[in-house]
């Protein structure tokens, strides 16, 4: 259940970043939309459980010498490859260039921390 409530809290949260000039859903219609987000989102869970963990290991004196300031433009990386994967697999959701990526994947993880935190305090409530 954890999984698909990230995952929707995800797409959601791509959603909300398709507002931005560069990341674009250019699905036929609505129902193509959502399914492509939750691709999209699925992609996206992918490669930050397993990519980013590598990056994160191979890159930690980059992360202490920035204070983590680094984990931005990884992020932004990480978004980017995102995209590029929905395009190698014909999804119609674009990112174009970094800077989309960067807030992009800041509009991305703030959304979905929130989304997450609201269902999971829910979730705490209604057991306690």
């Given at each position: 259940m954890d999984f698909v409530i990230r995952t929707?809290?995800?797409a959601l949260a791509l959603?909300?970043?398709t507002l931005l000039p560069g990341i674009n859903?250019?699905?036929d219609t609505a129902i193509a939309n959502v399914?492509?987000?939750?691709?999209?989102a699925v992609i996206f869970g992918v490669i930050n459980a397993?990519?980013?963990p590598i990056?994160?290991?191979v890159g930690c004196v980059f992360y202490v010498l920035t204070l983590g300031l680094i984990a931005l433009v990884v992020n932004a990386l990480l978004f980017l490859l995102t995209g590029w994967l929905a395009d190698a697999i014909n999804l119609p959701f674009e990112v174009d260039g970094f800077w989309a990526a960067f807030w992009g994947a800041i509009?991305?993880?703030v959304v979905s921390w929130a989304i997450t935190l609201v269902f999971r305090s829910r979730g705490t409530a209604a057991r306690g």
């Open positions: 929707l809290a995800t959603w909300v970043a859903l250019t699905g399914l492509t987000l939750i691709l999209v397993f990519i980013k990056i994160q290991v509009i991305v993880g």
